[in-house]
């Protein structure tokens, strides 16, 4: 099992994905698009067009994991690029939320 923590490096992929993708399609994203390697053991943050669902995409010791999450106020605001954005965690409760 994965837990989530400030040893992570946490990147956002900022353009929408359609989030009947699974763990091929992300991590090809990942691959292509933002020229990383999924294995990394990075954490990869996918939103969809209205920003009210999100899916991490993590590499565990044996496979991929997924957590997806429908929000019900959604995100505001989008990362200008495809940078790496970096997500605050909150120590106490392990909520992620985005900075």
């Known amino acids: 099992m994965v837990s989530f923590s400030t040893h992570h490096e946490y990147y956002i992929?900022?353009?929408a994905v359609d989030m009947r993708k699974g763990y091929d399609?992300?991590?090809g994203l990942v691959v292509n698009e933002l020229?990383?390697?999924p294995l990394d053991?990075?954490?990869y943050?996918?939103?969809n067009t209205m920003r009210d669902k999100v899916?991490?995409?993590?590499w565990?010791?044996?496979g991929y994991v997924i957590y997806s999450k429908r929000l019900e106020r959604g995100v505001r605001?989008?990362?200008k690029n495809q940078a790496k954005k970096y997500l605050a965690y909150g120590r106490k409760n392990g909520t992620i939320s985005v900075i």
């Open 13 to 15: 992929y900022s353009l």
């Open 25 to 27: 399609g992300l991590s």
């Open 35 to 37: 020229g990383r390697q």
């Open 41 to 43: 053991g990075s954490v």
């Open 45 to 47: 943050v996918f939103f």
């Open 55 to 58: 899916k991490l995409l993590v």
């Open 60 to 62: 565990d010791t044996d």
């Open 77 to 79: 605001g989008t990362p």
